[in-house]
């Protein structure tokens, strides 16, 4: 009949050598014949070949009940056959395994060593089609296998197109893998860690729309942090999502940019519509605040313009104003009643106008009592991406151990030094920073000592610094994705100085959840963010500090003996680290914040900077000793008229000027003081006396180094240095030095230009 | 809550220097600072910024006592620095009856801007020119006691009136600050206890005209 093939020998029948299969009907007529290319399962009129090289066989006799049973298993069928007697089954087994392994070695594909082995191997690399699996059915797989499951490297094509290429495990895709299915639009492309056939953990899609999805999966659903950018930049309905995804829906808090309206949504969504506290900025300038149901503002909310108006009110959708409330002009008058209508095409007003009785004078947009209150609280939002961390970590574990986080710290640095050896091929230089960078966290600082010295801190530190830095590390894949979220909110659209006060809150929670990151590898560290004193390992205060109890007691412990110390927190470890990162979009809002204002100082300070030196020196009231011009002061009259530029105080207004180069607070505040350090000595290198500064001298000295410094965002500096420093410096020397700078920037603006 | 009491037991106050350009307000701190430190304690900016540890009674106490242009011009910068203050130093200069005024000025002004919480001394400095006084003893510690405020007289030539002056205001201070506390426990809640105890937005950018920022 059909299996007639010149090249096939019949090996073995069950006619000759009985074999049952058990429990089969009795009507049922099974035949197995053995050949030399395959096995033959023959039922009534029906049968079926398996290739020798997809069968693996095992003996199952010890089972009491069922004697002389061999388990045959391919990739889609498990028969269990018996045999009349332990020799018929012996007789059976062998050769079946003979045949196997000549099969194999047809092949070519096993090694040659393997030929003195009695049983086949277990991991086979065979093609094979499948013909039933309701998953794969039609798709050939090439690759290895696994008594009888797709087990390892392999590859599977189907005949309708589709690819996947990739890691197997129990049948079933699992490890990295890359799916690829042909769409009439085009190709859509499935990347990333597949767990049970499904994406699971991280991956991407590229679909063929020319969307991309690149975040967390559960069960081949977008779940978790994801990014989803739709369509082409420009073109219809672009609009790229970040945030939280459940079960391939917008779930949990997220910002929603839509590119072509010009219009960005922060707030909460639930089954793939904006729904519960929200805010929404327009690219004309409009602010919006308030409860979303359904992809809608409804009900009570805020709305601000750029030019100052707000309306406290009732809304029906964006823009759409409707039932009671209350509109406040820039001009401070204020009408109260019913609305109805949208704010760019009309309004009709039944309600009272109050005419304000003082005159609002303001360039900067005005705080508003119910401003960010309608808002998602910072603390809430992101929480898919720490909880990622903190999961990965052992964080939810009950029993929190450092030594297991740090475990799963080595896998990944390990799995990062494969990446890069990958990657060596392609740029050999950036393969070498990060190999080094790697290398670097090798050396891990001792974490669970119980004691925090000074010594222990810098190198917690130092450590902390590179951990940040290289992506294959968990806070570094950490610090990345809250770079990606803050970017994605306050660039474009987001750059808008209404969202400034979001953006600073938002910040003081990634430190505040970094912290707990942190303090899971280090838990020497202080368990709570305030200011805590730490001594050098010597002294004797560093052991009278409990770790965990760590609290204010330590501030400001009797210091009567004057050890050194230093103050440390959660921000003064985590600033330096994070902002960098993230300076350039948190500058720019500062910036336009402070817009209007920096602008009218900017004026100031280049007119100021016309005159001379002297000229300059006299208008600020510096007094003449402090001109430091002696000679040109005894030179002759005349000379007086090319009077110096640009030299007096030189070293300090060079010192003041990389204000705009620092990036956190304290790097700034650093440089504040390194101004006042360089201005006395420049007084005392020239006067030689013993001489003390009092504020009458200092202030209009210091005043001139800020004219000459020439800072353009002066404003917007002090501004952040006000919202982000640490509370604790405030009264300190630091404080007392800002405190002056921002008095100098007040002074500037506000003095009356004398002619 | 830059300041106040920490943990109850240590304090940590900032102290305001105001008054007239030639009142000696910067003498006087330096006498109070040359008896007590070394050269090596004098902070970068001297006598314009000055820390001082004291223990009274068991209780740790550490002053931050900022110094201010006294210059007119610079009349309006005085919100910058005296916001947040736990106490302020009145300096005039007994001889010169405007100094006097000057000092009413602030005394106004503080207590507009931060209420009662903050504690004033007022000093009559230069008692070492009691010859060429122009303000009475009586007038002085008659409006000292109408604000609220107490009145020492100081001589920092002399150096006169300057410890008693600090220990006084430290100990008023520290009393302030318990009373605060206690208010707070006993309000808690309000959140009304204290003007630190909240990070008011609206307290003030001083370097805005508007005054409100976010």
């Known amino acids: 009949d059909a299996l007639k093939i010149p090249s096939r020998r019949l090996l073995r029948d069950s006619k000759n050598n009985p074999l049952n299969l058990p429990n089969s009907g009795r009507f049922t007529n099974h035949i197995i014949m053995l050949f030399n290319d395959g096995l033959v399962h023959a039922q009534n009129s029906t049968f079926t070949h398996h290739p020798l090289n997809t069968v693996w066989i095992e003996s199952h006799s010890s089972e009491a009940e069922q004697q002389n049973v061999i388990v045959v298993t391919t990739p889609e069928d498990t028969l269990t056959l018996v045999a009349n007697t332990p020799e018929d089954k012996a007789d059976w087994f062998m050769t079946l395994n003979s045949t196997i392994n000549k099969n194999l070695h047809c092949d070519k594909i096993m090694r040659q060593n393997s030929s003195e082995r009695l049983t086949p191997p277990l991991i086979r690399h065979v093609t094979y089609t499948f013909t039933k699996h309701c998953q794969y059915k039609d798709a050939r797989y090439i690759g290895f296998m696994l008594n009888g499951k797709m087990h390892g490297q392999g590859e599977l094509v189907w005949s309708d197109g589709r690819t996947y290429y990739g890691k197997f495990g129990q049948g079933l895709q699992q490890g990295h893998g890359k799916y690829t299915i042909p769409t009439e639009d085009g190709l859509e492309i499935q990347e990333g860690n597949w767990k049970d056939g499904m994406l699971n953990g991280y991956g991407t899609i590229k679909y063929a729309t020319g969307d991309i999805y690149k975040g967390y999966f559960r069960n081949g659903m977008r779940y978790g942090h994801g990014i989803y950018n739709e369509g082409q930049h420009m073109s219809h309905s672009a609009s790229i999502f970040i945030g939280e995804w459940v079960e391939d829906k917008r779930h949990g808090y997220g910002v929603q940019d839509d590119i072509l309206k010009g219009e960005k949504y922060m707030g909460m969504w639930q089954d793939d519509y904006c729904n519960g506290k929200g805010v929404v900025v327009t690219l004309d300038g409009m602010y919006f605040e308030g409860n979303f149901v359904y992809g809608k503002l409804t009900g009570f909310g805020l709305m601000l313009t750029d030019d100052n108006s707000c309306y406290e009110g009732e809304f029906q959708g964006v823009t759409q104003l409707q039932g009671k409330g209350c509109l406040t002009l820039p001009s401070g008058d204020k009408i109260q009643g019913v609305f109805n209508g949208s704010w760019n095409e009309g309004l009709k007003i039944n309600g009272m106008f109050n005419k304000s009785d003082h005159v609002l004078a303001g360039s900067k947009p005005k705080s508003h009592i119910m401003y960010g209150k309608l808002s998602v609280p910072a603390d809430k939002k992101w929480n898919e991406i720490f909880k990622h961390t903190l999961a990965l970590l052992g964080y939810l574990d009950s029993k929190k151990n450092p030594n297991k986080a740090w475990e799963v710290v080595a896998v990944r640095l390990t799995q990062g030094q494969k990446v890069i050896k990958e990657l060596e091929r392609r740029s050999p230089s950036k393969a070498r920073t990060l190999s080094s960078s790697l290398e670097s966290l090798q050396t891990i600082p001792p974490y669970n000592t119980g004691v925090l010295s000074i010594e222990s801190y810098h190198k917690i530190l130092q450590y902390l610094t590179k951990a940040f830095d290289n992506p294959y590390h968990p806070a570094g894949n950490l610090i990345d994705s809250i770079v990606d979220v803050f970017r994605a909110a306050y660039i474009g659209i987001g750059a808008h100085p209404r969202l400034l006060h979001h953006a600073v809150q938002e910040i003081k929670s990634y430190v505040k959840r970094m912290y707990v990151v942190v303090r899971l590898l280090f838990p020497d560290l202080p368990s709570h963010t305030g200011p805590v004193h730490i001594y050098p390992e010597s002294s004797s205060k560093t052991k009278g500090i409990p770790t965990s109890t760590e609290s204010a007691e330590n501030f400001l412990r009797n210091d009567s003996e004057e050890e050194p110390y230093e103050v440390i927190s959660a921000a003064s470890l985590l600033y330096p680290i994070l902002l960098p990162k993230i300076y350039p979009p948190l500058f720019d809002l500062y910036a336009l914040y402070n817009d209007k204002d920096d602008e009218q100082c900017w004026e100031r300070v280049t007119k100021l900077n016309r005159q001379g030196d002297m000229a300059l020196m006299a208008y600020l009231g510096i007094e003449e000793r402090f001109w430091l011009m002696k000679e040109i002061l005894l030179q002759d009259k005349s000379q007086k008229l090319s009077a110096p530029r640009d030299q007096c105080y030189a070293s300090a207004v060079e010192t003041l000027q990389q204000l705009s180069t620092a990036f956190s607070p304290i790097e700034k505040l650093k440089v504040i003081e390194k101004t006042f350090e360089e201005i006395t000595e420049t007084v005392q290198a020239s006067l030689k006396d013993d001489h003390v500064w009092c504020m009458d001298d200092l202030f209009p000295i210091f005043q001139f180094v800020v004219v000459r410094a020439k800072i353009r965002h002066l404003g917007a500096e002090v501004h952040m240095i006000d919202d982000l420093m640490e509370s604790h410096l405030e009264f300190g020397e630091l404080g007392m030095m800002f405190t002056t700078l921002k008095a100098c920037y007040f002074q500037i603006q506000n003095e009356k230009l004398r002619h | ?214």
């Open chain 2, 1 to 214: 809550m830059a300041g106040q009491s920490v943990g109850g037991r240590n304090y940590n106050f900032k102290c305001v220097l105001l008054g007239e350009g030639c009142v000696g307000k910067t003498s006087l701190v330096l006498r109070y600072v040359e008896n007590k430190f070394n050269d090596k304690h004098i902070t970068t900016l001297q006598a314009s910024f000055l820390n001082k540890k004291l223990n009274i009674g068991g209780k740790r106490v550490n002053i931050s006592i900022w110094d201010t242009a006294g210059q007119e011009r610079f009349h309006a910068l005085g919100p910058i620095y005296y916001r947040d203050s736990n106490g302020a130093i009145l300096v005039y200069d007994i001889t010169d009856e405007d100094s006097f005024q000057k000092v009413k000025n602030w005394v106004k002004e503080l207590r507009r801007m931060l209420g009662q919480d903050v504690c004033l001394c007022i000093v009559g400095n230069k008692v070492d020119l009691e010859k060429d006084r122009h303000v009475t003893v009586a007038e002085a510690e008659e409006y000292a006691a109408s604000v609220g405020a107490r009145h020492f007289h100081t001589s920092a030539k002399l150096n006169r009136g300057i410890e008693e002056l600090f220990l006084d205001l430290s100990k008023n201070m520290i009393t302030k600050a318990d009373d605060n506390t206690s208010k707070k426990s006993s309000s808690l809640g309000s959140g009304a206890g204290s003007r630190r105890s909240v990070i008011v937005v609206d307290d003030e950018q001083p370097t805005q005209k508007s005054g409100g920022c976010c």
